[in-house]
Every structure is written in C-alpha cells, then in structure tokens.
C-alpha cells in the first residue's frame, strides 16, 4: 500500500464514519428499531450489520496478512477502486446478506454505537500501522471476485455508505416515528 493509498483509505474510513455517526445523531430507542416493513431491516440493525461485516473483514484482513503476501493473484478489480466503492455505497448490485451476518436487532443505542466506534477504530489503526503490502494479499467476496486486502478495507468505508444510505430510506418512509427524534 502507498502513503497514497493509506491517506486514501484513512480518509474513506474517516469520512463514513463521520457520516454514518451523523445520520444516527439523536435517533430514540423506538426511532433505531423501527422497520418499514417485516422483511426490512431498521437503522438499528443496518448499524448492527455493519459492524458485524467490518469486525468480520478486518479479521480476515489479518489473516490474509499473516498468511504471507501472493505475488502470483491479482484482484479481479484491479484498476477499479472508484468503481467498486460506488457499486458498493450506491447499492447497485444487491444480494442477501448471509444468515451469520444478519442482524439480530437485540442491542441498545448506546451499545450499536459504542460497538461501531470500537471496530472501527481498530479497522482505521490497522490502517494506520501495517507495513504489509495489502495489494498483495487477497480473499474472496462472494460477488465481487478476489480482491485484495486494500480493497477489502476500502469496501468496509463504502459498506457504511450503503447501511448509512438504507437507513436514511427507512427515515424517510411514512411510518417513520418522527416526534421523538432529538435535536442535536
């Protein structure tokens, strides 16, 4: 990984967290659990999912580490960072979540947020201090072929992006409780 493409990722990393922190400003207790419909998640458990995915990614990140860098793979979108980061955040391809990463909505405000803080803060100092070539170590994504750990990282920025995204939808849906929201 170059200076560059730490400063990238750090920033990626910074950025969604501040936005995510941002939309769930103030939300209530009743606010984060609400779902518009059965099959649809609510804010609470896109945070939860979230976190869940980035604890996950960046435990296989250190594996992959661990493991020794491959010089003979490539990722299958090398060149194709900004794509795959807006694929991502835009919610352009869509697929189910896998039963061990769905959420299991049974967490308060303080402990969805407290949990989001804490992985993320060790995903941004992984970031911050490896010396490992992330370019060079690789796992697979379900849909979006091999990538490399660099990739992988940038994805969990674009991934808050996306829970961050669903949630303002389920904000905006009509039977959203919007007299208990606080002001901030």
């Known amino acids: 990984m170059t200076n560059a493409e730490r400063e990238e990722l750090l920033n990626q990393l910074a950025a969604s967290r501040e936005r995510l922190l941002k939309m769930a400003q103030g939300l209530t207790s009743e606010q984060l659990a609400y779902r518009p419909a059965p099959d649809r998640w609510s804010v609470g458990e896109c945070i939860e999912h979230l976190t869940t995915?980035?604890?996950?990614?960046l435990q296989r990140v250190e594996d992959a580490v661990a493991k020794g860098p491959?010089?003979?793979?490539?990722?299958?979108?090398?060149?194709?960072?900004?794509?795959?980061?807006?694929?991502?955040a835009g919610r352009i391809t869509r697929f189910k979540a896998p039963e061990f990463l769905e959420p299991k909505g049974?967490?308060?405000?303080?402990?969805?947020?407290?949990?989001?803080?804490a992985n993320r803060k060790r995903t941004r100092e992984f970031a911050e201090?490896?010396?490992?070539d992330l370019r060079r170590h690789f796992f697979p994504h379900p849909v979006f072929g091999e990538l490399?750990?660099?990739?992988?990282?940038?994805?969990?920025?674009?991934?808050?992006?996306?829970?961050r995204a669903q949630s303002e939808e389920v904000?905006?849906?009509?039977?959203?409780?919007?007299?208990g929201k606080a002001s901030a």
């Open 106 to 117: 049974q967490s308060s405000r303080e402990e969805l947020l407290s949990n989001f803080e």
């Open 129 to 132: 201090s490896t010396q490992a």
């Open 53 to 57: 995915v980035e604890s996950r990614v």
């Open 70 to 88: 491959d010089h003979t793979k490539r990722s299958a979108k090398e060149g194709n960072e900004q794509d795959l980061m807006a694929d991502v």
């Open 148 to 163: 490399d750990c660099y990739q992988w990282l940038l994805m969990t920025a674009s991934h808050c992006d996306r829970h």
């Open 171 to 179: 904000m905006a849906s009509p039977g959203f409780p919007r007299a």
